[in-house]
């Protein structure tokens, strides 16, 4: 299923709500939740950076896997090419910028970026068992 909306922030409920439309009725609510800041992190980051009006969201949940394709034909930018921040360090020490991509790569399964035919295209995908 395909969903294309304006890249606005105003535009992140609709974003979930298709997602969690294709999610089994009993999801676990950590991985939900998780699910969600991933989602967030990459929407809202398009909203923000891309220069781009619309985003295109790919969705599928098969086999148990959700999987999650954010197109834009903003800027071409690699959000996975940026080094992990050092959580070892107090929030004062770090950079600015890059713990909401670093969790999306811890919380999803797989995480891939590919810019295609003047796309940027990010493909997250979440194991979800059925209770």
Do not use: W
């Amino acid at each position: 299923m395909e969903l294309r909306v304006k890249a606005n922030d105003e535009n992140l409920q609709t974003v979930n709500d298709f997602i969690h439309s294709l999610l089994p009725s009993v999801c676990d609510e950590m991985i939900l939740n998780q699910i969600d800041l991933a989602v967030e992190e990459i929407f809202v980051n398009i909203a923000h950076y891309s220069g781009s009006a619309e985003a295109s969201i790919n969705c599928s949940f098969e086999n148990d896997k959700l999987e999650v394709t954010f197109s834009d034909s903003g800027v071409p930018f690699n959000p996975l090419a940026k080094p992990d921040p050092d959580i070892t360090l107090n929030a004062e020490e770090r950079e600015i910028g890059g713990l909401g991509i670093y969790l999306t790569k811890k919380f999803m399964d797989t995480v891939s970026y590919e810019y295609k035919d003047g796309m940027n295209c990010l493909r997250i995908i979440k194991t979800i068992h059925q209770q």
